[in-house]
């Protein structure tokens, strides 16, 4: 049967994912969140004309390089004040509403204060140094759309507006389950042939960086009673579930066919490397992802497949990392029969960007994960020559 390829995986992956309800949620709370609605504003920023210095608001008309003007009032920051006094200045501050009447603001340094008068040293512009109503933000303005998923900026730029709650998406719970009797948690003492479980503190990361709450179900031991029974627990309390382990062909891998007996597979082995046995279907109504055990196919497979599903789920508009093309500084002469995704690091450089490969490229060594910043991409059937280029999607997209 031929492998199906990582496109048309996640074709089918991001048509399938269910859209989840919204909530209301506190700003404070809301980091990483997906907006459920447009955000609109519902006023000016700033809501009035105000000064960016620090100086003195003045009629232009009225300016006379060197003679002095009468101080006739001063405006801090939060006070507003009185109409401007034909021929005087207003002292005023940073962020301070301009006076009606004014027109200019000097700044401080430009001038020199004597008693209750202010000299104006400088040529100065109509209109300079002053911040119109709106010229950030005006009302009606679309600012956020739906599907955005919320940077710490844009907590700022809602907080400027008055906003205190948003509508997200509701919070994602995913059942996170780890396969084999040969795991062991770290802190454990190690008996003979067995390892520590890396993949459940790196998924769990990972799954709690898309905004979603992890369901541990800890390690389940390589047998068929105990990966139903905790197949059927994700079931019933989560909303998507994750295993690592079980879904090859080995005799002690039990989750796929548990799965298949409790509901569907729907994708099992793609085209791809590392990753191959990844496996995806229903338990009931709830979707189910079963990774490979392997640490580094594990990671691979959850940043390029089950990442953009929970995004998507969510509501975000454009789930799908980036990719942006690198000179390759490698070499990959074999062309393989699967998409491979190759550990990498990108730097900068004065023609663009150039990448370099891990030379450890086997799917059990985690510190080629550890030390690259992004993945390269190479497709089915391609080799890579020095000076090539090359499509690369950073970490920072995946994880």
């Not at 009225?62 to 006070?79: N, Y």
């Not at 955005?148 to 900026?153: G, I, K, N, S």
């Not at 548990?258 to 490397?273: D, H, P, R, Y």
Request: glycine share 10%.
């Amino acid at each position: 049967m031929a492998l199906r390829s990582v496109e048309d995986a996640l074709h089918y992956l991001l048509a399938d994912a269910p859209k989840w309800g919204s909530e209301l949620r506190d700003l404070a709370h809301s980091l990483g969140a997906v907006l459920a609605e447009d955000i609109v504003a519902n006023a000016d920023v700033p809501a009035a004309d105000n000064s960016a210095m620090d100086g003195y608001a003045i009629r232009y008309r009225d300016l006379q390089k060197g003679q002095p003007i009468p101080i006739s009032q001063r405006i801090p920051a939060g006070v507003v004040g009185d109409a401007l006094q034909p021929a005087t200045a207003a002292r005023i501050f940073t962020g301070a509403f301009i006076p009606d009447g004014a027109d200019t603001v000097i700044a401080q340094e430009d001038c020199e204060v004597s008693g209750a008068n202010v000299t104006v040293n400088v040529l100065a512009s109509k209109g300079q140094h002053i911040r119109p109503r709106g010229q950030d933000i005006s009302s009606g303005q679309r600012l956020l759309a739906a599907g955005h998923r919320l940077q710490a900026a844009d907590l700022g730029l809602l907080a400027s507006l008055g906003i205190s709650q948003v509508a997200v998406s509701k919070v994602i719970k995913v059942a996170l389950m780890s396969t084999g009797d040969e795991l062991r948690e770290p802190g454990e003492k190690l008996g003979q042939g067995q390892i520590y479980n890396s993949n459940r503190p790196m998924l769990a990361a990972m799954i709690r960086s898309l905004g979603c709450e992890v369901l541990d179900l800890g390690i389940i031991a390589d047998d068929p009673q105990a990966t139903k029974t905790a197949l059927e627990r994700a079931r019933d309390q989560a909303d998507v579930v994750v295993s690592s382990g079980g879904v090859s062909v080995g005799e002690e891998d039990h989750v796929k066919a548990q799965v298949e007996a409790l509901g569907e597979l729907q994708l099992w082995k793609l085209a791809i490397k590392p990753g191959k046995p990844l496996a995806y279907g229903k338990l009931s109504k709830v979707p189910f992802f079963g990774l490979p055990g392997n640490p580094v196919s594990s990671f691979v497979t959850f940043g390029l497949l089950v990442r953009p599903y929970l995004l998507a789920m969510q509501g975000v508009l454009e789930p799908l990392a980036p990719q942006w093309p690198a000179v390759a500084n490698f070499e990959w002469p074999k062309a393989g029969s699967r998409q491979e995704y190759l550990r990498a690091r990108v730097t900068p450089s004065a023609t663009g960007l150039e990448v370099d490969i891990h030379p450890q490229q086997s799917s059990g060594a985690l510190t080629s994960v550890s030390w690259c910043n992004a993945l390269a991409v190479i497709p089915v059937g391609e080799t890579v020559q020095r000076g090539d280029r090359v499509e690369i999607i950073f970490l920072r997209d995946l994880s």
